[in-house]
């Protein structure tokens, strides 16, 4: 299977030369393939959403390096960052991140602005995807109407809007009830049977049995990896 | 943002309206006005003049009409009040009266509409000053202030023999107004100053002529001062202003670098985020300075640009019962958008690039 994304001793330090210094990540190693389910798996801070985080450009590793398709974007500019993202990445913060001055179709389609895609079609692409989520009620609803479920499958309908390969889900159950986390389980099912590669970071136990291969990271460190047979 | 922006751009429109509305009447004021101004001249300033010269003007070339004037400052209780003491003849031609007849007898005077409101002022009713209250003036007429309310809405309208006792000025005149042939002014101008002044043998003081040009040019060089000096200020005001407009666009507001963050994560360049950022400032600036143009209209007509006319005109209370004089030109609303847009680009378009170019994780912690 063709490599999707590739770390080379990753290192991330937060607040350098301070008294406060933090090691958030050690020298990580780790391949994804195409079409996997990745679970990133620790307790809190272990350095989870910092290895995401990096691995989706969102952030810069301190040493090491990023390849993204057998391409090293470590030393990306701004610009060519951007341009990746918005072709393969699609990122679902654990926080969920909607902009709360717009409605939930908005929130959905506002990635495909800068592709100059009119407000018609974003219109229909962002219903559409709400719909499939089943949000249909909810469209010209503004997060601060909605449940927390409700949100995050705002958050993952703008992850999916501009159809990328790579799915990126930081900690998705730690802000919804239990009836929702199933939505999402069957939605991430529904994303991997269509070839995507999924990427979960997580520390809840309903992760245990989900996906092909599972980073177990401890105090920043990767511990080991489990494959699933 | 957009309040933030008209409470900036307010005071400034309301203030440009106010100084342009006041140079509109001096120069109304002037255009009416006589031809050539006389008096002393007392080491460069003004001094009262004689009557004997206004036989001397009268039989200059060119020469239709001279009249002596007194005009002076008093106060009126506490109301800084313009005294005018000319001859019944005299009186501008236009003169609206509201009530009552032009003064004919001693002691008589006609006062403006703003004075006789304020100390509820009616024909018949008597009065003294404490200048000189060994005079008594009785109000028998109240005209209308007209184009020219600065000058002429407080102002005490007297014979020019009353004016001459008030202010202890017998035989003479604050200043002599000659009117001229068309075409004539200039040269009528020049040559009194030059035959009064060339002529060493002369005893007679110096003269100082004023043209209506030059009048002009004064009160005008005046007005530009005093719309400088306050844009100076507002300059200063503009400078601090600029911090406020970027805290309230979101410099080191969270929800703020939020948004941008998210942007940047969801695949937007910095270029599309300032450009997105720049489009909002417009709509803002579009947005506000109309409506900051709007209040100072409504600022005018309702509080009589309280507060800041008081920098225009000299000792005007903070309400004053005669309307300011205002003019919106097309430059002051171009200027307004302009003060908007820089006020809202600079201010929101740093502190937007400056988050922009971080990485979006950092942005949204």
């Known amino acids: 299977m063709k490599t999707v994304i590739r770390t080379e ?18 020298d990580i190693n780790v391949e994804i393939s195409e079409n996997q389910s990745i679970v990133i798996h620790g307790p809190s801070g272990c350095g989870k959403t910092t290895l995401l985080s990096l691995i989706s450009t969102i952030d810069r590793p301190t040493e090491g390096r990023v390849y993204l398709y057998d391409q090293d974007v470590s030393g990306f500019s701004d610009v060519e960052l951007s341009r990746i993202r918005r072709k393969t990445m699609g990122f679902i ?22 592709m100059g895609i009119s407000e018609k079609e974003r219109y229909k692409r962002g219903c559409d ?21 409700e949100q995050q499958r705002v958050a993952i309908a703008r992850a999916l809007v501009n159809d990328p390969d790579i799915i990126i889900a930081d900690e998705p159950t730690s802000n919804i009830d239990a009836e929702s986390v199933q939505k999402l389980l069957n939605i991430l099912g529904a994303l991997d049977k269509e070839g995507k590669t999924i990427i979960v970071s997580s520390h809840d136990p309903i992760f245990n049995d989900y996906g092909d291969v599972t980073f177990h990271l401890v105090n920043g460190h990767l511990a080991h990896v489990s494959k699933k047979e | 943002m957009v309040l933030c922006l008209v409470a900036i751009l ?18 109304i004021s002037v255009e ?14 003004n001094a009262p003049i004689p009557l004997e010269f206004i036989e001397r003007f009268r039989r200059l070339e060119g020469v239709v009409r001279v009249v002596p004037r007194i005009v002076g400052r008093t106060y009126f209780a506490n109301r800084l009040s313009a005294i005018v003491g000319v001859l019944p003849e005299n009186l501008p031609p236009g003169l609206n009266f509201i009530e009552g007849r032009v ?3 001693r002691g008589e005077v006609i006062i403006g509409k703003a004075l006789s409101e304020e100390f509820d002022l009616r024909r018949g009713m008597m009065f003294s000053l404490s200048q000189n209250p060994y005079i008594t003036f009785r109000v028998v007429g109240i005209f209308e202030p007209g184009t020219t309310t600065v000058w002429s809405s407080d102002m005490i309208l007297m014979s020019f023999k009353d004016a001459s006792d008030f202010f202890l000025m017998e035989g003479k005149a604050t200043d002599i107004l ?12 020049e040559k009194i100053q030059v035959d009064w002044a060339v002529n060493e043998n002369s005893i007679d003081p110096p003269l100082r002529v004023q043209d209506k040009n030059l009048v002009k040019r004064y009160f005008l060089r005046g007005y530009n001062y005093k719309a400088g000096v306050f844009t100076a200020l507002y300059t200063v005001a503009f400078a601090l202003a600029i911090p406020s407009i970027l805290v309230t666009s979101g410099f080191g507001l969270t929800e703020r670098r939020r948004e941008i963050g998210v942007l940047k994560a969801t695949g937007w360049q910095t270029q599309e985020v300032l450009e997105m950022v720049a489009l909002e400032n417009l709509v803002i600036s579009l947005t506000g300075a109309p409506l900051a143009i709007l209040l100072s209209i409504v600022w005018l007509k309702v509080f009589n640009g309280a507060f800041i006319a ?45 988050t922009a170019i971080i990485p979006p994780a950092e942005a949204m912690r």
């Not at chain 1, 290192?11 to 990540?25: D, M, N, Q, S, T």
């Not at chain 2, 307010?10 to 120069?27: D, M, N, R, W």
């Not at chain 2, 006389?38 to 080491?43: E, P, Q, R």
Request: proline share 6%; aromatic share 16%.
């Open chain 1, 9 to 26: 001793n990753l290192f991330k330090y937060y607040y350098i030369g301070r008294p406060e210094e933090v090691h958030a990540l050690n």
């Open chain 1, 93 to 114: 913060f654990q926080n969920f991140n909607l902009l709360l001055r717009l409605s939930a179709w908005e929130n959905v389609a506002f990635p495909l602005v800068p």
């Open chain 1, 129 to 149: 995807l709400l719909t499939r989520l089943g949000l249909e009620k909810r469209i010209h609803h503004t997060p601060e109407e909605m449940s927390g479920g």
């Open chain 2, 10 to 27: 307010l005071p400034f429109i309301t203030a440009i309206a106010i100084s342009e509305g006041v140079k509109f009447q001096a120069s």
């Open chain 2, 32 to 45: 009416q006005g006589a031809d050539i101004y006389v008096t002393l001249d007392n080491y460069g300033s």
């Open chain 2, 103 to 105: 003064f004919g007898k």
């Open chain 2, 178 to 189: 000659i009117y001229t042939r068309p075409g004539y002014a200039t040269k009528l101008a």
């Open chain 2, 310 to 354: 008081q920098f225009f005109i000299a000792e005007l209370g903070l309400f004053t019962r005669f309307p300011v004089p205002a003019r919106f030109l097309p430059l002051s609303a171009l200027l307004s958008f302009f003060f908007a847009v820089v006020l809202t680009m600079v201010g929101s378009l740093y502190s937007t690039w400056k």
